[in-house]
């Protein structure tokens, strides 16, 4: 079993829609979680950090279900920008700085 | 403001010539720093992590090694390149132990490597 796991997509929405993305993880002891966005060949950036009460800035809201080591992001209003691949990401552990990263879910949003 | 640079952006190298790719990092001091490689249509593979200078723990078996002659350097090396080192490397950083920023990283632009 892969340590992040996300449906890799691509999710096809026209403008405006909402879309969620739903991501599951194995370690149990795993204490981060974020959510980074990536475009085509460029860099992963920190879309937002995942927190147990949940989350949202703007458009975008986080959740975490630490029970089911279940993680989702939900898009509203998407917008021709928001096409990128977006990666979850958990800690490896307790107490660790290395990050695990899922392999993406690819988001495709069509005028 | 905290700044990553690496360079070079891309780099085309035969089979068996040495390699050395640089990152350095501004605005913030004893960074955890991290060297990933992400291979064409796949996840990113944590190469090698660092917590301070000379400090270098290796996440897999392979052909680079790293280094961190500064607080913000770090170099990824190889001596003898192989196809499979063909990839998008991406160096990043995070705060020190203890900083708030600890668990959150940053990534450089990122050097696409083609060897041939």
């Known amino acids: 079993r892969k340590e992040v796991e996300q449906d890799p997509g691509p999710f096809n929405v026209p403008e405006g829609a909402t879309v969620a993305f739903n991501c599951t993880y194995s370690?149990?002891?795993?204490?981060?979680f974020f959510w980074y966005r990536q475009d085509c060949r460029k860099e992963p950036k920190l879309l937002m950090s995942v927190y147990s009460s949940g989350n949202e800035d703007g458009r975008f809201t986080a959740q975490l279900n630490r029970a089911s080591q279940y993680i989702s992001l939900l898009i509203r209003d998407s917008k021709l920008s928001d096409s990128a691949t977006y990666l979850c990401?958990?800690?490896?552990?307790?107490?660790?700085?290395?990050?695990?990263f899922g392999q993406g879910t690819t988001l495709q949003v069509k005028p | 403001s905290q700044t990553i640079h690496q360079w070079p952006a891309t780099l085309v190298q035969p089979v068996g010539s040495p390699l050395s790719l640089e990152c350095t990092v501004e605005?913030?001091?004893?960074?955890?720093l991290y060297w990933y490689r992400q291979a064409a249509g796949r996840g990113l593979q944590l190469l090698f992590y660092s917590v301070g200078i000379g400090q270098i723990s290796s996440e897999v078996p392979q052909n680079l090694s790293a280094s961190r002659p500064q607080d913000r350097q770090f170099i990824l090396s190889s001596k003898k390149l192989l196809l499979s080192d063909s990839g998008f490397y991406l160096c990043?950083?995070?705060?020190?132990?203890?900083?708030?920023?600890?668990?959150?990283?940053?990534f450089g632009p990122g050097t696409r490597l083609t060897v041939t």
């Open positions: 605005g913030t001091s004893n960074p955890n």
């Open positions: 990043a950083w995070s705060g020190g132990s203890g900083s708030s920023r600890e668990r959150e990283q940053y």
């Open positions: 990401v958990v800690n490896s552990g307790r107490n660790t700085g290395k990050l695990i």
């Open positions: 370690n149990s002891a795993s204490q981060s």
